[in-house]
């Protein structure tokens, strides 16, 4: 069966809607699973944003859609193009979580037109990263407000620089209303919606994938999208430019947990959907891995010679997605952190990249 054909028998579901419940259906629903590769790219190749299609890939209840591009296009992510984006619609208009890459902006709005006519109202960005946030000013200039953690908008506003140069901004794509992540109170919801029969809670998180996360839970689906701090395609990424760090992540891998019930779906931007316990050998993997690193840093070895160390052999077998690349990144990631960890302050951890 075809991508198409598949996309035609998911959305078929929902001819009914704005009706909400989902009689006779049991939630979650795979409508197109990630691809699982092995995949290969010639040297110098460009994705061909005209040939990625965005289609409704998961379905988390009546009203609840995944928009995800297609596989093994994106070298950057080729087990399904940009990241997860969100949409709860229903009579009080349209709800996104991200906006999925800039270029395929018209044809995210186009696949989330084949189910729902209804008003962009709201959307929040989950973290900063490009194939979450590049079709903001896109959806700004339909309609929707969007919400972000405070350091988030920084980080828009004063990206650091690569290559360089800093990119230009558009400023319609600019989070407009913003929150800020507060130690006192993590795990509880900075906004709440009441919209089209679900509770939707954007939860800011502590410096993690990056320094100004937001997890998003849908607490009548028992949904949790749990962005990029998780990832079963590739080794973890902790974007320390942007003020991540792994040992954020496991703290993040921690509330998650506490946030999570036994049969809460939990939703990363890249890769398949997990369970609570997933966490756990995620977890004890970024443990080991740091430990390991620091032990050898620890003996005066150089990076080089933690690298060729070849430190995540024994999880290669499990990790989709694990190039070269991603393991270096993971490694040297873990030898920045060990030596040197700055603390917080006004919400973000700068810390010093090797």
């Known amino acids: 069966m075809t991508r198409n054909a598949l996309l035609l028998v998911g959305l078929m579901a929902v001819a009914a809607i704005p009706g909400i419940n989902g009689q006779g259906v049991s939630y979650p ?46 070298p950057a992510h080729p ?5 997860r984006a969100l949409a709860l619609f229903g009579p009080d208009g349209v709800l996104m979580v991200d906006s999925q890459n800039r ?61 360089g140069s800093a990119p230009a901004i558009d400023m ?11 130690s006192a109170t993590t795990g509880e919801p900075a906004v709440t919606f009441h919209m089209n029969g679900e509770t939707v809670d954007f939860i800011p998180m502590m410096p993690s994938h990056t320094a100004g996360d937001t997890i998003v839970r849908f607490r009548n689906a028992d949904v949790i999208y749990i962005e990029d701090f998780y990832r079963n395609f590739g080794y973890p990424f902790a974007d320390q430019a942007n003020g991540g760090s792994l040992q954020g992540m496991l703290e993040a891998a921690d509330l998650i947990a506490k946030l999570a019930g036994p049969n809460t779906t939990l939703v990363p931007g890249h890769g398949t959907l997990i369970k609570k316990p997933d966490l756990l050998p995620y977890r004890t993997m970024v443990v080991d891995i740091l430990s390991k690193v620091k032990t050898l840093r620890e003996q005066g070895k150089s990076l080089k010679e933690v690298l060729a160390a ?34 917080i302050v006004d919400g973000k951890r700068t810390m010093i990249v090797h």
């Open 103 to 163: 270029q395929v902006a018209e044809k995210t709005l186009k696949t989330l037109r084949s189910f729902t006519d209804g008003p962009i109202r709201i959307m929040v960005n989950t973290h900063v990263h490009s194939d979450h946030t590049g079709g903001n000013a896109f959806f700004a200039k339909q309609g929707a407000l969007i919400y972000s953690q405070e350091n988030l908008r920084n980080e828009m506003l004063r990206p650091p620089p690569r290559g």
């Open 79 to 83: 087990d399904g193009s940009g990241g």
């Open 29 to 74: 629903v795979t409508v197109i699973p990630p691809a699982k590769g092995p995949f290969t790219f010639p040297p110098g190749y460009q994705t061909p944003w005209d040939k990625i299609e965005i289609l409704v890939k998961e379905k988390f209840s009546a009203n609840l859609f995944v928009l995800h591009g297609s596989d093994t296009l994106d």
């Open 172 to 182: 319609a794509g600019i989070p407009a209303a913003t929150y800020r992540y507060n």
């Open 310 to 343: 070849n430190l995540t052999a024994p999880y290669d077998a499990k990790t989709l997605g694990d190039t070269q690349q991603s393991k270096d990144r993971f490694i040297t990631e873990a030898y920045d952190e060990v030596r040197d960890f700055p603390p």
